[in-house]
């Protein structure tokens, strides 16, 4: 043991302490991030949820769990039922994948993330609990995890499931509020039997979005805002699989190395949009693809065996892709430039010039 007296300070064995005359600790502040797990936190009862009975309303220990600060809430193994929770700045849910299970059945919301900043959700399912079969899903406003105005934000590995409405909505979030970015990621999304897998509502811009699986919904995924970014996905068997409308932006940005297959009515439907749309390097199988009074869309380097629909006197462009033309429908409107496309015969027949002839 060796004691300071004079400098009002304290070593015992291998550990300091430091005793300051301010009554304060030296060294680094001693607030930090913490962990802390759901089932230490008693909803209204009393009770802790143990993930055993999903029965049970959990969510005003999720409420606690989640304002004690900042740091991780970790929610293991089992069922849980709450809702109408947001997550705090500087807080992360930890889920313990696909075995922790979040029922919420009765709530517009599960996750209502409302103006927050640096906040994520990882790792877990969400489960709306709509009954019946999934084609006869509507959009009744409810959502999986609702976000909207916030930015530096992270979802990952997050399933949503039997949602009458969004898996996952975001609207209003980046712009030049945000400097032109939002700081905000979309990863490994499941989304299955809802209206709309994933949305891109109004204003939800400058979100790196990827590895989103969106099947059997009615609409896989739906983009209302300009400047999206949506990489390496999967849109399968749903009734339609991307829907693009211009919702006073443009819908303008970028889609990339996506699987467009084996939906049962629109591949991919574009309406209205007016300030290009960059679709690259896509497999659409199975569908139609259909663009109604868009300009600016190319569609490129991608294989199609879907029926191509394009309306309108906007000039768009389908170039360089592999067509595996079966016995389905091509109809292309005058402005349409249909250039260097290829089959497994050569040059596709319905490749078109421009007016210089090349």
């Known amino acids: 043991m060796v004691m300071l007296v004079s400098g009002l300070a304290l070593a015992i064995g291998s550990v300091g302490v430091f005793l300051c005359v301010d009554g304060s600790a030296g060294g680094a502040p001693t607030t930090r991030p913490a962990d802390r797990f759901l089932h230490d936190f008693a909803s209204n009862d009393g009770k802790h949820p143990n993930g055993l009975d999903d029965r049970a309303d959990d969510t005003a220990a999720m409420r606690k769990a989640l304002s004690a600060g900042p740091g ?3 929610i293991g193994p089992g069922f849980y039922r709450f809702g109408e929770v947001t997550v705090p ?3 992360t849910v930890q889920g313990s994948g696909p075995g922790t299970v979040v029922r919420g059945g009765g709530f517009k919301q599960i996750f209502r993330q409302e ?3 640096h906040w994520a959700i990882r790792d877990l399912v969400l489960d709306g609990e709509a009954p019946g ?8 406003g409810r959502s999986g995890i609702l976000c909207e105005g916030c930015s530096h934000f992270e979802i990952v590995g997050v399933t949503v499931r039997n949602v009458n409405g969004a898996g996952i909505q975001l609207l209003r979030i980046g712009g030049a509020g ?7 990621n979309l990863h490994r999304i499941t989304a299955v039997g809802n209206y709309a897998g994933v949305r891109f509502d109004f204003r939800a811009e400058y979100i ?3 590895q989103l699986s969106c099947q059997n919904n009615v609409v896989g995924c739906i983009v209302h805002a300009g400047n999206a970014k949506i990489t390496c996905s999967n849109f399968t068997s749903n009734l339609d699989g991307l829907v693009i409308e211009d919702k006073e932006n443009g819908s303008h940005g970028v889609i990339a190395d996506c699987l467009v297959n084996h939906n049962d009515r629109y591949a991919l439907l574009g309406r209205g949009i007016r300030n290009g749309m960059v679709v690259s390097n896509c497999c659409f199988f199975c569908g139609t693809i259909r663009l109604e009074d868009c300009v600016g869309v190319g569609i490129t380097s991608g294989i199609i065996n879907a029926a191509m629909e394009i309306t309108g006197t906007g000039t768009n462009r389908i170039a360089g892709n592999y067509i595996i033309p079966a016995e389905l429908g091509f109809e292309f409107s005058p402005a349409t430039l249909v250039r260097d496309n290829f089959t497994d015969q050569g040059p596709w027949d319905r490749n078109t010039m421009t007016e210089r002839g090349d």
């Open 178 to 184: 945000e400097g032109w970015g939002s700081g905000s």
């Open 208 to 210: 790196n979005a990827s």
């Open 115 to 117: 103006k927050v900043a």
């Open 72 to 74: 991780v809430v970790r």
């Open 133 to 140: 079969n999934w084609k006869g899903r509507k959009d009744e």
């Open 89 to 91: 700045e500087g807080v």
